[in-house]
Structures are given as C-alpha cells and as structure tokens.
C-alpha cells in the first residue's frame, strides 16, 4: 500500500493550493482519509478528514472556511483545497488512511511541502 501526496509549493499569502492523494494498493472507497501538517519545531496536527462516502468532513479551526477536504473514489483520490493561506499554513502536509472502523491511521504518504510567503 502507498499514499502519494502531491500538489505543495511555494505560494504567497492569499493565495490558493490544491493538495492531491493519490492511493495505489488499496481501494480508497473503504477507507477515511485525513490530511495532517507538521510545522518546524512543531506537533502534527489534523487538518481535514474525509469518510469513505464523503459525508460530514471535519476540519481542524485553524482551517475552517478555508479549507475542503473532498474525493474521488472513482479515481483512488483525495483532494485538499486551500484558500486565503497564510503564513501559518506553512508545513509539511501527509495524506493517512485508514479502515472507517480502526481507530489509528493506517497508511501514511510521505510528505509535500507548502511554503505560504507573507
């Protein structure tokens, strides 16, 4: 099983990205998705997560209007798309999955990093 998370940068403040997650080896319509960040010096943190039917995603208050979580099963797929950044947003983002009944994360991608210039 891999995650590949893709789509990270460099963009100025107010500015927009959209994040990709893309799974091979396993079907994504059985699993919830999460998108997490990890800043310098700092503690992951959950951004966004998604069901496997997409119902109901949640988000982190520090993103909340700014950010939305949605997929595509069809296509293996999770998106991330993320207006208004701000500095603060800078980070490496990970893409995790894991079965709807499991209380870990299961599968991890290795990382993008969004760099959001003031």
């Known amino acids: 099983v891999q995650l590949q998370a893709s789509g990270g940068g460099l963009v100025q403040a107010g500015g927009s990205l959209i994040l990709s997650c893309a799974a091979s080896?396993?079907?994504?319509?059985?699993?919830?998705v999460g998108w997490f960040r990890q800043a310098p010096g700092k503690e992951r943190e959950r951004v966004a997560t998604?069901?496997?039917?997409?119902?109901?995603?949640v988000y982190a208050d520090s993103v909340k209007g700014r950010f939305t979580i949605s997929r595509d099963n069809a296509k293996n797929l999770v998106y991330l798309q993320m207006n208004s950044l701000e500095p603060e947003d800078t980070a490496v983002y990970y893409c995790?999955?894991?079965?709807?009944?499991?209380?870990?994360?299961?599968?991890w991608g290795q990382g993008t990093l969004v760099t959001v210039s003031s």
């Open positions: 995790a999955s894991k079965l709807s009944t499991a209380v870990s994360w299961m599968y």
């Open positions: 080896g396993l079907t994504f319509s059985g699993y919830s």
């Open positions: 998604i069901k496997w039917n997409g119902v109901n995603p």
